[in-house]
C-alpha cells in the first residue's frame, strides 16, 4: 500500500505537522502522487532544496514544483502566492506547518502549527525513537510536552503520554507514527482514537492502519 493511500491524501491542500519525519513525508507524498499536479511548500520554514522556484505560474505532471521564498540559513519559508491561488495551480499542495528541530517528539505552543484554511486534511507526524526517553531529550518544547502530558520533563515519554498530548492538542484529523523500524509503536497505535498509521519512512514500508 501507498502513503498516499494508507493517509487518504485526497485533491486540494494536505497539512503535515508534529515531528520525526514531516519532510521526508511530504517527499514521499509528493513522489507517489507526481503523476498529478504537485506543489511543495511551508507556511514556516523548511530546508532549502535545489529545485526551489519563488514564484509559479504552471505546474506540470511528473515533477513536482517547490514553491516558497528563500530566508537564509539553507531555508525557505512562505509563498508568495497565497494558498488559495496556489490550490487552482495543483491537483495536490503539500504544506509542512511547523519545525521541530530535527527532534521525534514535539508539543505546540498557540501560534503552532501554522496550519492554512484552506488545509483540508492536518497529518500529525510522530517520531518513535522518542519513546522511553527522557521527554526533555527527546521533545520539541519539552516543558509545553510535559504540562500537556501530566508529568515532568524528566520523565520518560510513553505511549499513554504520547496520546494525551495528540488527543489534547486535537490538531490534526490523522496519525503517521513514523520510524517503526527502529521502535515498537503498537501501544501506542491502539491508543490513538483517530485514523493512524504505523510505519517507516526510511524503509518505506506500512506496518499497520488503524481506522
Not at 530566508?71 to 496556489?86: H, V
Not at 507526524?125 to 527527546?138: S, W
Not at 496519525?175 to 497505535?189: E, H, I, K, P
Request: aromatic share 2%; proline share 7%; charged share 20%.
Amino acid at each position: 500500500m501507498l502513503f498516499s493511500e494508507a493517509l487518504e491524501i485526497r485533491p486540494g491542500l494536505t497539512a503535515v505537522m508534529g515531528s520525526g519525519g514531516k519532510t521526508s513525508l511530504v517527499c514521499r507524498l509528493a513522489d507517489e502522487l507526481s503523476a498529478a499536479r504537485v506543489i511543495i511548500a511551508t507556511s514556516t520554514h523548511m530546508r532549502q532544496v535545489p529545485a526551489l522556484q519563488t514564484r509559479v505560474g504552471t505546474v506540470a505532471p511528473g515533477t513536482p514544483a517547490i514553491v516558497g521564498t528563500p530566508c537564509g540559513d539553507g531555508k525557505f519559508g512562505p509563498p508568495e502566492q497565497s494558498w488559495a491561488e496556489l490550490c487552482t495551480l495543483a491537483d495536490y499542495v503539500l504544506v509542512e506547518a511547523d519545525g521541530s528541530r530535527g527532534l521525534p517528539l514535539k508539543a505546540h505552543l498557540s501560534h503552532e502549527p501554522v496550519l492554512p484554511q484552506e488545509a483540508g486534511q492536518v497529518i500529525a507526524v510522530l517520531g518513535l525513537t522518542g519513546l522511553g526517553r527522557p521527554i526533555a531529550e527527546a521533545a520539541h518544547r519539552p516543558e509545553r510536552y510535559a504540562g500537556l502530558a501530566g508529568c515532568a520533563p524528566e520523565d520518560i515519554a510513553t505511549p499513554e503520554r504520547a496520546t494525551r498530548v495528540l488527543e489534547t492538542e486535537a490538531l490534526h484529523t490523522r496519525v503517521l507514527l513514523n520510524q517503526a523500524d527502529a521502535a515498537d509503536g503498537t501501544a501506542l497505535l491502539d491508543r490513538l482514537h483517530c485514523p493512524a498509521v504505523l510505519a517507516s519512512l526510511r524503509k518505506g514500508e506500512i506496518i499497520s492502519c488503524s481506522f
